[in-house]
């Protein structure tokens, strides 16, 4: 066995105690170690003078011990050592709380590099407990300082000489599986190479290059084994509906199916007349009438004498849909069951015997009560409405189940085709791009703050009106690194440190807007809130017992409020313009004439393009294929992540982030497929030997 092979308990000093604390952090093999990213890396190659620090931050300086360490017990169990070092510009006292052991590790006369927050009383520097390491001019320290993510049980030190030691086992060992080609023309670092900028950086430039290389690893192994993972789910066999006669179901519905829907339903009914599993996404803006598409293929699967199912987010959602399909489905004859989390136990019984007898057609329910033991007579289709609200699991459960059904998923998240192909993986695309005629268009402005007191006034003459008004300011994103430290996953932007402009925060400016309003009744609600306050507030907003709503992005999704008859979006510049559409679907929802206005007063041209997008459509595919092509993927993923797109992808990274690393994403599928094309996997067989560790690791994950 190779030593990468071998379990933990190979490396120097590591025994039972100490495997069972890596076992906690998914570590068994030395190998793992390799795959253990630090978190984040300290800047201590940043040396400030004591005179020139700055008071309470974390900073590195080079000090030379000054006086022999003192130990001193102040009280029982509590003992201090304690020195002065200094540099050219001061002197600064060091303590160390309850470890008697530094005692002797500071020589007088040595130079150290300390990392810790200075304090300074009176005149006096001060540091306690700072990081040491001893300094030298042969051997340089490097400025990194990796951190890793750690268990009970494990020091950083222990890790890193852990990490150590499978470093230069790699270097033996280890072989590169991403085939040259690839890497060259990406301009990537080798695979040792990366390993080691990754865990030792020397320089900056070293570790992005590394991270650069292991982001685009994961994603191209992920692509990878995405193409083959669906390409193999699409060798098993479905229920054949030849029948595909569609006019008694359509001469029933009260109007005209769009163009854009007849091609997506002839896009159903091509795939279900085949053996191959159906295996298609429909997407199209919210209101664009999917669900009489999903309606069309449950006729036809029933139709061909098999059962169906609509899974569903919600109970609520549930209800809605059983609503309009049942009294449409029972002219057809039909059988539809509802099956709900608020059915007695009695109830859920029948319904499930019901379906297990074929003695109903569709079900509609929650994924969680449709997956959970129920046997279908016969079923032959599922279809799952608002795909982006559910979680990995159910897909999970999809992919598993699924095998021999036809599977339809429904999302109302616009993703541009490009992205859309990597979002959504192995799944056709069905598109629809048209809104049924007759809707009612929200008239969009994009002013600056010069326009404040109009718009005021325009807010007041709304609510005179007996209108309500939303204004909506942008959330204010706290990072949850320990202050100087640099997170892994926020290298890279640090070259691009965007200009911030000031933000409006929901409570100070309701407080503003009160102050000057005082006769509307004005109220705010921010994600921070409590659930249930949250609830209270937008109830009354829903009541007319608000005038004035400010809140940030919490009221995206799922509120109804047909008064609502303008939005003001502040620091329009902020939002994605996915996030901009959905929030402006909020308005408009009821007879009144509705308003958008997007307030912003930057000069970026681009900002300034993408707003200008919002007022000239309200197409929510215009609007995400303009905002991709302004921010590029990987700002748009960014701006779009709450919005379900971050998660479809169904797989914890390591280190890619889809997100900020959408631009590498598009490289990796495009390299990824014509890697696949041209039939060359076999040839590289550590390669395949990941793939395939990754296509069983998901395996095990699903069963
Ligand atoms: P979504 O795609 O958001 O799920 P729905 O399927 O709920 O949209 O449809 C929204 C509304 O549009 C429904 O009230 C539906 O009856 C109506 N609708 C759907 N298709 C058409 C059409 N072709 N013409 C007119 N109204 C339609
Ligand atoms: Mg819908």
Redesign the pocket.
């Known amino acids: 066995m190779s030593f990468l092979e071998s379990p933990v308990t190979a490396l120097h000093g590591v025994g039972a105690v100490r495997a069972a604390a890596y076992e906690r952090l998914g570590i068994r093999k030395t190998e793992d170690l390799l795959w253990h990213f630090p978190r984040s890396y300290e800047n201590r190659g940043d040396i400030r003078t004591l005179a020139e620090a700055t008071v309470g931050e974390k900073q590195a300086f080079l000090l030379t011990v000054a006086t022999k360490p003192t130990l001193a017990k102040i009280k029982r169990g509590m003992s201090l050592v304690k020195f002065r070092a200094f540099d050219a510009t001061g002197t600064c006292e060091i303590t160390y709380f309850n470890q008697d052991f530094l005692k002797n590790s500071f020589e007088v006369g040595r130079e150290y590099r300390f990392y810790g927050k200075l304090e300074q009383k009176a005149k006096r520097y001060a540091m306690s407990s700072p990081a040491h390491e001893e300094w030298s001019e042969e051997k340089p320290l490097a400025s990194l300082f990796p951190i890793y993510p750690s268990a009970e049980g494990l020091t950083q030190k222990q890790i890193k000489a852990g990490v150590h030691e499978v470093l230069s086992a790699a270097a033996r060992e280890l072989t590169d599986h991403l085939p040259d080609g690839i890497r060259l023309k990406n301009r990537l670092p080798a695979l040792m190479t990366a390993l080691r900028g990754i865990h030792t950086p020397e320089t900056y430039e070293d570790l992005i290059a590394a991270k650069r290389r292991l982001v685009y690893d994961e994603l191209f192994l992920f692509a990878l084994s995405l193409r083959l993972s669906a390409k193999r789910e699409r060798q098993t066999g479905a229920p054949i509906f030849s029948d595909g006669d569609l006019s008694p179901f359509l001469a029933l ?6 163009g854009a ?1 007849t091609r997506a339903i002839g896009d159903i009914l091509a795939d279900v007349a085949k053996e191959t599993p159906m295996n298609r996404i429909l997407v ?9 598409c999903a309606a069309a293929a449950l006729y036809t699967a029933v139709k061909n004498g098999h059962q169906g199912a609509l899974m569903v987010p919600t109970e609520i959602l549930a209800r809605q849909h059983a609503a ?1 399909l049942a009294p449409l489905f029972e002219k057809l004859g039909i059988r539809v069951t509802l099956l709900l989390g608020a059915l007695t136990e009695k109830q859920k019984r029948e319904a499930r015997a019901a379906i297990a007898a074929h003695e109903t057609d569709v079900v509609i329910g929650t994924q969680a009560l449709i997956g959970e033991g129920v046997e279908f007579a016969t079923l032959g289709l599922v279809v799952i ?1 608002e795909q982006h609200r559910f979680g990995v699991n159910q897909r999970a459960w999809l992919t598993e189940k699924g095998r021999h059904v036809h599977t339809l998923v ?1 999302s ?1 998240t616009p993703i541009p085709r490009t992205l859309a192909l990597t979002v959504y993986g192995g799944l056709d695309i069905s598109k ?1 791009d048209e809104i ?3 809707r009612q268009k929200v008239e969009t402005f994009f002013v600056g703050e010069s326009y404040r007191e109009r718009l005021e006034a325009f807010v007041r003459k709304q609510v005179a009106e007996g209108g309500c008004v939303y204004i909506v300011c942008p959330a204010v994103e706290e990072s949850d690194a320990e202050e100087g430290e640099i997170l892994l996953s926020e290298l890279g932007e640090l070259y691009s440190p965007e200009k911030k402009t000031p933000l409006k925060s929901a409570v100070a400016y309701t407080k503003e807007l009160s102050e000057r309003h005082p006769d509307l009744r004005i109220s705010f609600v921010h994600g921070k809130m409590k659930s249930a306050d949250k609830d209270k507030v937008m109830r009354a907003f829903a009541g007319g017992e608000i005038d004035v709503l400010v809140s940030t992005t919490v009221i995206e999704v799922g509120v109804n409020v047909p008064n609502a008859c303008l939005m003001i979006v502040e620091n329009a510049d902020r939002f994605g313009l996915s996030q901009l559409h959905q929030l402006r679907g909020r308005v408009g929802r009821g007879t009144r004439k509705s308003y958008c206005v997007l307030v912003s007063d930057t000069n970026g041209e681009n900002a300034k393009k993408r707003l200008k997008t919002m007022c000239a459509t309200n197409d929510g595919y215009e609007i995400a294929e303009t905002d991709l092509k302004l921010r590029g993927p990987g700002d748009f993923l960014r701006a779009n992540a709450n919005m379900g797109i971050r998660q479809s992808g169904g797989t914890e990274f390591r280190i890619a982030d889809l997100c900020d690393d959408g631009d590498v994403l598009l490289r990796a599928f495009t390299d990824a497929e014509e890697f696949l094309a041209a039939r060359a996997l076999a040839e590289y067989p550590t390669l395949l030997e990941k793939v395939q560790g990754m296509l069983a690791e998901n395996e095990t994950r699903i069963n």
């Open positions: 519905l009260p109007y005209r199916l769009t829907q199209g803006d919210v209101g664009c009438g999917k669900t009489v309009d409405d429904m109302a629809i049924p005629p007759g």
